[in-house]
């Protein structure tokens, strides 16, 4: 079965400064999807960005990419120049890409504070 | 186009009382998924229905928990007899297709207080 870990519970940035969300994930499948969402504290899961597995580029939306690893099995997400509104709970997910259900698989979350 | 609807946003259940849960999907959405979110966890998936049909049902607990898509009208998450252990955010998603590059659309969330 597949899993999604995130390791930082909290972290905190400096306005307009940069961070990166960690995130690993275990699966034995080659093709599948990866995907950053947000929760602000409304709890709407906003799609951030999206990563399918077969592509060696990263994803890039605006100021926020990824750094994606296959190999490790890393798929981080960085932040740049942060705002205010960009604090808020942040989900890795995973799906998978074969034939299925392609339910998501969400990690524990990392709740981001954005220090004015 | 409207995004995905739940309603209520919003129930109090006192506990051995049903719970009924709204989710009208995205217009020309035929896949529903629901998703549960304790406090401070992720969300955890519970079901996969097409119009009238349960397609995976691998994370729902086996009792007092339901769920239908019928032909016309919202899907419905029905909890019986709730217990304080339900409280939580009950998450909806639609999907156009069943493909793998079709991406869920989540609705705002019902929080499910049992009392």
């Known amino acids: 079965a597949q899993t999604v870990t995130q390791s930082q519970p909290e972290m905190s940035v400096q306005e307009a400064e940069t961070v990166t969300l960690s995130c690993t994930y275990d699966?034995?499948?080659?093709?599948?999807?990866l995907f950053w969402y947000k929760q602000p504290p409304s709890r709407q899961m906003i799609l951030v960005i999206r990563?399918?597995?077969?592509?060696?580029q990263n994803a890039t939306e605006n100021r926020f990419s990824v750094n994606f690893q296959k190999a490790a099995k890393s798929f981080s997400l960085k932040i740049s120049d942060s705002q205010l509104g960009d604090a808020a709970m942040y989900f890795c997910a995973y799906r998978s890409a074969p034939s299925g259900t392609y339910k998501y698989i969400f990690g524990t979350g990392t709740r981001l504070k954005v220090l004015a | 186009n409207a995004g995905v609807m739940q309603n209520p946003r919003h129930l109090v259940r006192r506990r051995g009382q049903e719970a009924r849960l709204r989710c009208s999907p995205m217009k020309g959405h035929s896949h529903v998924y629901w998703y549960r979110q304790l406090p401070e966890e992720g969300l955890k998936f519970m079901v996969y229905?097409?119009?009238?049909?349960?397609?995976?049902e691998s994370g729902m607990p086996k009792e007092r928990f339901s769920a239908e898509f019928p032909k016309e009208g919202p899907s419905i998450l029905r909890i019986q007899q709730v217990v304080r252990g339900d409280s939580a955010a009950y998450f909806c998603?639609?999907?156009?297709?069943?493909?793998?590059?079709?991406?869920?659309?989540f609705g705002p969330g019902t929080r499910l207080t049992v009392t």
């Open positions: 229905l097409q119009k009238e049909n349960i397609i995976d």
């Open positions: 990563q399918e597995a077969y592509k060696q």
């Open positions: 699966t034995s499948e080659s093709d599948y999807y």
């Open positions: 998603a639609s999907s156009p297709g069943q493909g793998s590059s079709y991406e869920q659309y």
